[in-house]
Nanobody
């Protein structure tokens, strides 16, 4: 059974940038919906970006639109989340996920990365 392997989380100052990576290890990302989610302490997991590889359609949640960019490299079988102009409100555990459809509810996504911590503080 394949899995998703995440990397790139770190501690940064407000206004900084980070890029998260999510590689399919034995799991083909093609023909799927790719999603990035985050979960802050005491809050529910939220979907912040999705990319449907079949059509290239991309959707962002309002709080990250214009600052975050989701992308997919088919040759590397990997997805990425470029995060710019980070604020303390972006502090959370970040997860990548893959499923056949771009479900709104995170509970309907079947394959998950292990999570990577992003902390934004001065």
């Amino acid at each position: 059974q394949g899995q998703l392997v995440e990397s790139g989380g770190d501690s940064v100052q407000p206004g900084g940038s980070l890029t998260l990576s999510c590689a399919g290890a034995g799991y083909d990302l093609k023909f799927n919906c790719l999603g990035w989610f985050r979960q802050a302490p005491g809050k529910d997991r939220e979907k912040i970006a999705s990319l449907y590889t079949v059509t290239g359609a991309i959707v962002y949640t309002a709080s990250v639109e214009g600052r975050f960019t989701i992308s997919y490299d088919m040759a590397k079988n990997s997805m990425y989340l470029q995060m710019n102009r980070l604020t303390p409100d972006d502090t959370a555990m970040y997860y990548c996920a893959v499923d056949r459809a771009c479900h709104a509810d995170y509970r309907n996504w079947n394959v998950w990365g292990q999570g990577t911590q992003v902390t934004v503080s001065a």
